[in-house]
């Protein structure tokens, strides 16, 4: 059997990998001269990814990367990167999270629904101060300035993986996320896949094929303009600084659902050396000019580096709009997103789609079922 994959990012890459295994020849067409989408990483002296930071080893599609050795060598959080963590509330940085944040995380196994706002679910059963903990703690996962305003069992659900603090799950791929695009890649080219970068594909191919772009872009080549979902809104900011010995790993921004991460700390070969690379996001607000998030960000940047103007080497801004993953708003899960299949030998796969997952697992979760009914014919099947 021929399939087609349209896209080369973590969707259609595992879309073509899977695909192969079971037996069809893949032909992937990618826009980009570079695969990879947006888990792509810039070239050195700076390596910064152009969206994610954070791979979650409790996941499924982590398990699905790790039993085919896709899997870059990772790094996590040691001690000394822990203990570097501080946060931010009341407008003050420091090594304690707020007293709202703490009994939050106490009270985790609390089930939250999926038919009412966050906003209004946690001031009834965390309290104000707790809810809007979480909300400032969750930036960091749903890139939104008002989390109060999704579902509320999506919220606590993200809440409560990235809250497990005792074994934190997180782990970074060394020199960036580059190497499992890269990794993917030669696995893909091993068992066949033709890969054809360089090539925007402007018509849907022959049937069957699997459109792993993201939903935009799904949506010019089906002609469907519901092929829609909710995602984040986020300004970033990738800054080069000379290295200073007490500056924080990581600052939770509970304030304003910002937070700034230093990446360089466990990986030293992707910033030139006397170096430390942070990243910064924070969401962008209603109606929010550039300016106006900017000088917010800044802010925050003050208060979690002070001084760091004068140490900036070198710095990188983007503004990420719809671009950070699915977010379900109250009442919707991720059974209602665009289905994966579209019926007539077309599939979408990637990070908006029908598909359980934190981020980016959404997009390798529906890679592998969408290649699963591309290739056998069979019924869409997520669990
Ligand atoms: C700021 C930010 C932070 C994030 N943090 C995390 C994180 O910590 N952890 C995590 O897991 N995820 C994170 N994510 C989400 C993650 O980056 C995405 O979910 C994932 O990379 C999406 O992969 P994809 O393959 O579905 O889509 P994409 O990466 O968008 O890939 C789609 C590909 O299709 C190509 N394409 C589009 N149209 C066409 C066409 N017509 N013809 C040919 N090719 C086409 C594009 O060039 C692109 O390469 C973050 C994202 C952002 C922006």
Redesign the pocket.
Known sequence: MDITV????????TAAIASAERGANVTL????ER??????STEPPYVV????????SDGAPYAWLADRDLLPPLLEPTAAFLAGTRFRHGGRVGRLPSAGLIGAIRRRRLRAPRDRDFAAWGRENLGVAATRAVCGFLGV?T?EADPGRLSAEFVWERFTRVTALRSPSVRYPRGG?GSLVGRMASRAEEMGVRIETG????ELPGTPTIV???LP?AR??LGDGALAWESGH?L?VDLGLRRRAKDPTIVFDLDESGFVECYSFLDRGIVPEGETLYQA?LPVRADESRGDVTARMEHLLEDALPGWRERVTWRRD?M?RG???ALDLPGRTWRDRPAIDQGDGVFL???AVAAPG??????IA??IAAAEAAATGARVFVA
């Not at 067409?29 to 980009?32: D, S």
């Open positions: 349209v896209g080369g990012g973590l969707a259609g890459l067409w990618e826009a980009h695969l990879g989408g947006r888990a792509r990814n152009d969206g994610p930071h954070a791979l979650y996962t890139y996320w090539v925007r594909v402007t792993a772009t993201a872009s010019s080549l986020s970033l996001q983007q990420c671009r950070t993953g796969a990637g990070d934190l981020l980016g697992e959404v997009s529906s890679g």
